[in-house]
């Protein structure tokens, strides 16, 4: 009976194909909804993801390159000006124009850049420690080149704060590293400190007031 061995054969080989192929449309359905909720979790107006995302990807950051790892705030200086002057389509285009261009530049650094909400971003990169203030000088730069908008120029402001992971305990969260990036931030926009401050223990461990920062929008109000 020497066909027995190979009709046994053939017969595993039908059974797996059949198995394989519903697996595969499983599989394929699966990355599909994948595809689907990582654009539903990204802004619609910069493409960009919000803090959640930011937040996986620094922490594996820290974890694999704590000491390169940079986390960075950006605020768009002026944009009710500009929305009451010039329109929302226009802020719209100055957002939009902001968010590629750190998500750009964070890319290029290993990192990912993400909108937090309104006019504020955030980016996660890896630099080398004495290439951060030449790094975030550029950035800035780079950020305040003019944006045409149907015939008008835009000139974006921005500032930007930015803790080095290396600068805290190693025990220092994301959510550490954002709150001094955050700090350093309100630091240069109201002239405290000079472009390119970095963020102290002190930024990352300030007390925060209703789960924001001090002197942000919102912190005088009374808790719900």
Do not use: C
Request: zero cysteines; glycine letters at 8%; aromatic letters at 2%.
């Amino acid at each position: 009976m020497p066909a027995e061995p190979a009709l046994r054969q053939r017969s595993r080989i039908l059974a797996l194909a059949a198995v394989a192929v519903p697996l595969a449309a499983v599989v394929a359905d699966d990355v599909r909804v994948r595809r689907h909720l990582q654009a539903a979790r990204r802004d619609p107006l910069t493409g960009l993801p919000g803090r959640d995302i930011l937040a996986s990807r620094t922490a594996s950051l820290a974890r694999a390159h704590r000491d390169l790892l940079h986390v960075l705030v950006a605020d768009a200086d002026g944009l009710k000006t500009v929305n009451d002057t010039l329109g929302h389509a226009a802020g719209d285009t100055l957002i939009a124009t902001i968010g590629h261009r750190l998500g750009t530049w964070a890319q290029a650094r290993r990192g990912l850049a993400a909108r937090l909400g309104g006019d504020e971003f955030a980016a996660a990169v890896l630099l080398e420690p004495t290439a951060t203030l030449r790094e975030v000088t550029a950035l800035h730069q780079l950020l305040a080149q003019p944006v045409d908008h149907d015939g008008q120029t835009l000139s974006p402001a921005v500032s930007i704060g930015t803790a080095r992971a290396s600068d805290l305990p190693d025990a220092a969260s994301v959510s550490r590293l954002l709150r001094g990036a955050d700090m350093a931030m309100y630091r240069v926009k109201t002239g405290t400190r000079p472009p390119g401050y970095l963020a102290t223990r002190h930024d990352a461990y300030t007390s925060a007031v209703h789960g924001r920062r001090p002197g942000r929008p919102g912190t005088h109000l009374p808790l719900a």
